[in-house]
C-alpha cells in the first residue's frame, strides 16, 4: 500500500534560494573513498559529513569562498570556492595531524578515555530535565509542512514519453541542499496546531486550527500514508521509530555500543559556548545513523544536530533520511526545540543515480508560554481535528499564522496541481496508480468504486475457479454512509453468491453508526477462534489455488447482522448486535456438519440455524486514525488491542436451533525490543456453556494454506482440533535483520531473520461429543497436552519475499498428522 503511494508520486511528478553550492567526492591519497569526513562552511557551523560512499553536497543561503574538510587520522584541507556553484569536486586527504584544541582518535573509536563519551553520559544525566520538561505546563504554536518531490530529473527524464504533454511542469526546478539532486514538487500539506500540556498531570491537548493540502485532499489513503510517514519522535529517547523499523538514537544509552563518537570542535551556539560531536557506525547493516551534534557545556542540552541514515541500513525503498533539528536559547539555559526538517529519498533502487521521490517535513515551533495552570477537563475536551472547517481556511489565515513562509515555487505547487488534474494523461498516471493502492477502480461521475480488484480470482475443492466482482459507493473521503457489495460464480457448483452491506454514522462525536448486511457464500470457517460476522469477508484459505492435503472442509454460509455501534471514550468501541446464520456442508461426502436432532426425519440433522446476540468491547489504546466519515483509516500499527464478546445464542427465536452463552477475551499487542527488532503477541481465552454441534464449537485455527498467516496454526489442518473451552498464544519476533547484519558473508542481502512459537490447550465435552457424533470427521481437543509449534523465518528475500520453516512439537500421532511445513508471504515493506 505504501510503495503503490510513492509509485504514484513517481509516476505523477523551483528556483533554488541557495547562494552558495559545494559537492563532490572525497578520498586519500590511494584513492580510496573517505567516509564520514567533515565537510563545512569556513567561520561557519554549516556543514554535513561524506556517505558512506565518500560524497557529499552542501549548500547555504549565504555566500562562502572556502570550504574545509577534516577527517580523523588525515590533514585538513582548505579549498578555495571559485564560483558560486561548486559540483563534481574531488578533493584528496592526506595523513598527518588532526585539530590541536582537541583530543581524536582514529578509525574505531575507544570506549575508554574518550572526552566525546563523557559528554554523552552527562547528555545523559540532564535529559530529563531539560527543554519543555522544565515546565510545569507549557504551550506552543506548531506549524507543519510535507512536501513530496519528483526527484533527479534530467533531460532524459523530461523528453520520455512518460511526460509527453505534460513538459510545462518542468518549468520551475529546484536543487535539494542535501544531496544536490534536481527536483520537481508534486505534494504538499499544511498543518497549523495549538499544543497544551501539562506535565505534573501527564497530558496534552492538540488543537488542529487550519490543514490542507495540493491535488490529492480528497484520497484519504494518501493523507494516511503520509501521516504514517513521519510519525513523532525525540532525539533523547533510546531508539526512533520510522517506517516501522526502530533506529538506535545517537544520544542512546546503547549508543556507545553502536557508534563511535569523537569529539571534534567547539563553538559559540546561539551565544552559548557547545562542543562538536561526530558520530558514525561501529557496524555496517545494522538500523544506525551518522552525523553530528552540538551541545551545550553547561546545561548538556542538544543545540543542534544532524542524523543520516547510513546507505548499509536494512531498509528497504529508502534510499536517504536526513533530519536536523535546530534549538533555541530561552532565559539563558534552556534550549527549546526550533525548527525541525526531516527528507526522505525514496527509491527502488539505492544507486547513486536512481530516481525517485523525496518525501520532506518541515515543523517549526514558536510562541512558547509556561506554567499557565488549567483543569484537567480542559485536557479532556480536544477540538475535533476533522471538523471541515479546520479544512476550509482562506488564505488571510494561512497568511498570518504560518510560522515559515512559502516560497514561491512551494506556493506555486497547489497551482500547478490544479492545472495538472485538467490533464488526461496526468489523470491516467494518477487513476493507475490509486487502482494499485486502492484495489478499487474510481468512477467519479457514478460515485461508485469497483472492486476490490485482488478478489476476482479464486480457486477451492466446492466451487472450482471462482470469479468475484463488486463495487461500493464513494462521494468522498468522509461520506456519513456507505453501501458495498460483491458478486461471484462458481464454475464447479454452478452457483451465484453475494453479498451486501450498509453503514451508516448517525453521529459524529460519538461514532454511533448502524451497519447490516446478508452474504450467501462458501467458506473455510475455522481460520479465528471469533466465528465471522463480516458478510464481505472472505479467507484467504477460501480461495487458495494450491493447498496442503484435502481442503474440503469447506461451509456454505448465509449470514445476516445488524449492529449498532458507539465509541463513548477515544479508542473505546461498544458494539451490540444480532444475526443469524444457516450452516451446512458445502462438501457433504467429504465433510459432514450432522448432529443429533430428534425432531429431524430421521434424528439428524446436517442444516444449522442459529440466531445471535453479541455484545462487544473493543479497546485500542495509542491507535491514530483519520477522517471523520463512516470509515476511518488508521495511521498506525503500533497500538495494543483488547477485545471482550459475550454472545447469547437464543433457541426457537426465528426457527434457531441452540441456546448458549460463550464468553470470549483476546488481548494482541506489537512490542518494539529496543535495537533488536519487533515482537507480535496475541492471547486468546473462550468458553461456551451449552450445547452446540461441530458448526457452532470453537475451532483452533489451522492453515493448509502455503501462506503465512499470523494467528493460525501452520501445520494443523482445518477442523483437526475442535473445543468449547480453549486458551492460545501467539509469538512472532522478528529481528529486522539484526543477527544476519553481523554474517559477513550475507550482510549485503539485507535478510531478516523471524522466529515463532504458539501453543493452543482446549477441551470439549462429552455432550457436544455425543451431539456430533454423526459427523463423519473425528472430534478432538488437546486437553492432555499444550499442542505448540515452533517456526524459523528469513524475510526481504529480493525485498519482497518471506519464507518460513514451521515444526510440529507433538501430537504427531494424529491421523495425517505434518510434523513440518513450509509457507510464505510476499509483500512490499519497509
Not at 563532490?24 to 573513498?33: A, H, I, K
Not at 561524506?50 to 547555504?60: A, K, P, Q, V, W
Not at 525514496?346 to 523525496?358: D, H, I, N, P, Q
Not at 515444526?807 to 510464505?824: E, H, K, M, V
Amino acid at each position: 500500500m505504501r510503495i503503490s503511494f510513492c509509485l504514484l508520486f513517481l509516476l505523477t511528478g523551483f528556483l533554488a534560494l541557495g547562494q552558495t553550492k559545494a559537492g563532490g567526492l572525497v578520498t586519500d591519497s590511494n584513492g580510496e573513498e573517505v567516509a564520514f569526513a567533515n565537510v563545512l562552511f569556513k567561520n561557519s557551523t554549516e556543514g554535513t559529513i561524506t556517505n558512506d560512499n565518500g560524497r557529499f553536497y552542501l549548500e547555504s543561503e549565504s555566500d562562502y569562498d572556502t570550504l574545509v574538510v577534516s577527517f580523523v587520522g588525515y590533514a585538513t584541507r582548505e579549498i578555495v570556492l571559485e564560483r558560486r556553484v561548486n559540483l563534481q569536486m574531488e578533493i584528496v586527504l592526506d595523513e598527518g595531524e588532526q585539530l590541536d584544541e582537541v583530543i581524536l582518535y582514529v578509525g574505531r573509536q575507544s570506549k575508554k578515555n574518550n572526552p566525546a563519551i563523557d559528554i554523552l553520559r552527562k547528555i545523559w544525566a540532564k535529559k530529563r530535565i531539560n527543554g519543555l520538561k522544565m515546565f510545569d505546563q507549557y504551550q506552543y504554536d506548531e506549524y507543519e509542512k510535507v512536501e513530496f518531490d519528483l526527484n533527479t530529473i534530467d533531460s532524459a527524464l523530461m523528453q520520455s514519453k512518460v511526460f509527453k504533454g505534460l513538459e510545462f511542469v518542468f518549468k520551475d526546478l529546484d536543487t535539494s541542499r542535501i544531496t544536490g539532486k534536481t527536483y520537481l514538487p508534486i505534494f504538499i500539506n499544511e498543518k497549523i496546531t495549538k499544543v497544551q500540556g501539562d506535565n505534573k498531570m501527564a497530558v496534552e491537548r492538540r488543537d488542529v486550527l487550519g490543514n490542507k493540502n495540493s491535488g490529492f485532499s480528497n484520497n484519504q489513503a494518501i493523507i494516511a500514508f503520509v501521516q504514517d510517514l513521519y510519525s513523532e519522535y525525540d532525539i533523547y529517547s533510546n531508539y526512533l521509530k520510522f517506517f516501522d523499523k526502530s533506529f538506535t538514537s545517537p544520544l542512546s544509552r546503547t549508543g556507545i555500543d553502536t557508534y563511535n563518537y569523537v569529539l571534534s570542535d567547539s563553538a559559540y551556539i546561539n551565544d552559548k559556548w557547545c562542543y562538536n560531536i561526530i558520530y558514525y557506525p561501529r557496524r555496517k547493516n545494522e538500523l544506525t545513523f551518522k552525523g553530528d551534534f552540538w551541545v551545550n557545556d553547561t546545561t548538556f542540552a542538544i543545540a543542534k544536530i544532524n542524523l543520516e541514515v547510513t546507505k548499509s541500513a536494512n531498509i528497504n525503498w529508502v534510499k536517504e533520511i536526513y533530519i536536523e533539528q535546530d534549538f533555541e536559547v530561552l532565559s539563558d539555559s534552556v534550549f527549546l526545540l526550533k525548527r525541525d526538517y526531516m527528507l526522505s529519498d525514496f527509491a527502488f533502487s539505492k544507486k547513486e543515480s536512481s530516481r525517485g521521490v523525496y518525501g520532506k517535513r518541515t515543523t517549526v515551533y514558536d510562541n512558547y508560554f509556561f506554567n499557565r495552570e488549567l483543569p484537567r477537563s480542559f485536557y479532556k475536551n480536544e477540538s475535533d481535528p476533522f471538523d471541515p472547517r479546520v479544512f476550509e481556511r482562506d488564505s488571510i489565515f494561512w497568511e498570518q499564522n504560518r510560522l515559515e513562509a512559502l516560497n514561491k515555487d512551494e506556493a506555486g505547487i497547489y497551482k500547478l496541481l490544479d492545472t495538472l488534474r485538467t490533464v488526461p494523461k496526468f489523470r491516467t498516471y494518477y487513476n493507475i496508480a490509486s487502482i494499485l493502492g486502492s484495489g478499487y477502480i474510481e468512477i467519479d461521475k457514478w460515485n461508485l468504486d469497483i472492486g476490490d480488484i485482488y478478489s476476482i480470482f479464486g480457486y477451492n475443492d466446492a466451487e472450482g475457479i471462482r470469479l468475484r466482482g463488486g463495487a461500493r459507493t464513494y462521494f468522498g473521503q468522509n461520506d456519513p454512509w456507505r453501501l458495498e457489495g460483491y458478486m461471484a460464480y462458481g464454475f464447479m457448483d454452478r452457483r451465484f453468491k453475494y453479498g451486501i452491506s450498509g453503514k451508516w454514522l448517525l453521529d459524529r462525536k460519538n461514532r454511533l453508526i448502524i451497519s447490516g448486511g446478508n452474504r450467501r457464500d462458501v467458506e473455510q470457517l475455522g481460520l479465528s477462534l471469533t466465528s465471522t460476522t463480516d458478510v464481505l469477508g472472505r479467507s484467504i484459505a477460501s480461495s487458495a489455488v494450491f493447498t496442503v492435503g484435502q481442503n474440503n472442509r469447506l461451509t456454505n454460509i448465509n449470514l445476516s447482522t445488524l449492529n449498532i455501534e458507539a465509541e463513548p471514550l477515544a479508542n473505546f468501541r461498544l458494539r451490540f448486535g444480532g444475526s443469524f446464520r444457516t450452516l451446512r456442508s458445502a462438501l457433504p461426502d467429504a465433510f459432514s456438519l450432522d448432529y443429533i436432532d430428534p425432531d429431524a426425519p430421521g434424528g439428524i440433522s446436517s442444516k444449522i440455524k442459529q440466531f445471535e446476540l453479541s455484545t462487544t468491547l473493543i479497546y485500542t489504546p495509542g491507535k491514530r486514525t483519520i477522517g471523520y466519515g463512516v470509515e476511518r483509516r488508521d495511521i498506525n500499527n503500533d497500538y495494543s488491542t483488547l477485545f471482550l464478546q459475550y454472545t447469547q445464542g437464543l433457541q426457537g427465536f426465528l426457527e434457531s436451533d441452540f441456546d448458549y452463552q460463550r464468553l470470549q477475551f483476546s488481548y494482541s499487542q506489537p512490542w518494539q525490543v529496543g535495537g533488536f527488532g519487533r515482537l507480535y503477541s496475541t492471547v486468546e481465552v473462550g468458553k461456551t456453556f451449552g450445547e452446540v454441534p461441530l458448526g457452532l464449537l470453537n475451532v483452533i485455527p489451522g492453515n493448509q494454506t502455503f501462506f503465512s498467516i499470523y494467528n493460525t496454526f501452520p501445520n494443523l489442518d482445518f477442523y483437526e482440533f475442535v473445543t468449547d473451552t480453549y486458551a492460545s498464544v501467539h509469538l512472532e519476533h522478528n529481528f529486522n535483520g539484526r543477527l544476519f547484519s553481523r554474517l559477513p558473508l550475507i550482510r549485503k542481502w539485507n535478510l531478516r531473520e523471524i522466529v515463532g512459537i504458539r501453543g493452543a490447550w482446549g477441551s470439549l465435552s462429552d455432550a457436544n461429543i455425543a451431539l456430533s457424533a454423526p459427523a463423519n470427521i473425528p472430534l478432538q481437543a488437546p486437553d492432555e497436552q499444550i499442542y505448540w509449534e515452533y517456526s524459523f523465518g528469513v524475510g526481504n528475500i529480493f525485498k519482497i519475499f518471506r519464507i518460513d520453516f514451521n515444526f510440529r512439537g507433538n501430537y504427531l500421532d494424529n491421523p495425517d498428522a505434518r510434523a513440518f511445513s513450509i509457507t510464505g508471504a510476499f509483500g512490499i515493506h519497509f
